[in-house]
């Protein structure tokens, strides 16, 4: 494994429905220091990735209760910059399309050599890891400002200092402007649990956070009922007096 991921911990969910094949793989991702989940069906697979945190998912395309690709596309529900290969016996130009189509990073056809898998991984990472350092930390919402790192909400020559979960909380709606963030990813993501108490914190905090935003008519923070927040960006004309 390339050295720069050690300085992170990496955490894979690998659905596999051939028990030998998924066991040899994630003993050798294991051994090559990735934490890895095994799973052996789409279902298991989803109900792993909503309890858990992962960097990367592997998805084998054949599996019972819940195919790859159905698997894929409700991962992407939840986790839209999610990223992942798929692994199949199919070699069929269709699904190797239709694959790509659901954003798959990867595809990787049986059969294959284990230092393959690990090459192609790192290659994953490397482009992740690129793409998030050249995120600016300066984010434009509406007319204002706000810096992920420093957590300031600036509007004209007024700069707001944001508690570190109001900073994480807004990171994660100004990521997602004018569409759906999905409540149990949120919680999951800041609160690490969704229970009935962390709930109603994350809604205290987005009620906070519609105080500070509320100096721009042209933002607003809305529920999706059952789902989730939207922060909708809008483009109302002033009205002039």
């Known amino acids: 494994m390339i050295t720069d991921n050690k300085l992170e911990e990496v955490n894979i969910l690998l659905c596999e429905d051939d028990e030998s094949l998924g066991m040899l793989l994630r003993e050798y991702l294991e051994a090559k220091g990735y934490n890895t989940t095994l799973c052996q069906d789409g279902e298991e697979g989803l109900t792993a990735f909503l309890q858990g945190t992962f960097n990367l998912c592997i998805l084998d395309v054949m599996m019972p209760r ?15 910059d999610m990223p992942f290969m798929f692994l199949t016996a199919k070699n069929l130009k269709d699904d190797v399309r239709a694959g790509f189509e659901l954003g798959a990073d990867d595809y990787i056809t049986k059969p ?4 393959e898998v690990v090459l192609r991984i790192e ?29 300031i909400l600036t509007l004209g020559d007024i700069q707001e200092k944001l508690t570190t979960k109001e900073a994480e909380l807004l990171t994660l709606l100004s990521n997602r402007q004018n569409e759906l963030l999905q409540r149990d990813y949120a919680l999951k993501t800041i609160w690490i649990d969704d ?46 007096n």
């Not at 294959?112 to 230092?115: A, G, L």
């Not at 990472?125 to 050249?134: F, I």
């Open 195 to 240: 229970n009935y108490f962390n709930a109603r914190s994350m809604d205290v905090y987005i009620t906070k956070l519609r105080k500070h935003l509320k100096a721009d008519p042209n933002v607003e923070i809305i529920n999706v009922h059952g789902k989730g927040y939207k922060l909708v960006i809008s483009h109302k004309e002033e009205k002039e």
């Open 66 to 80: 819940m195919d790859g690709f159905t698997l894929a596309s409700k991962i992407r529900e939840t986790d839209y």
């Open 112 to 115: 294959f050599s284990m230092e």
């Open 123 to 151: 290659a994953i990472l490397r482009r992740v890891r690129g793409k998030k350092s050249k995120d600016m930390t300066l984010r434009q919402i509406g007319k204002f400002t706000f810096d992920t790192q420093k957590q």
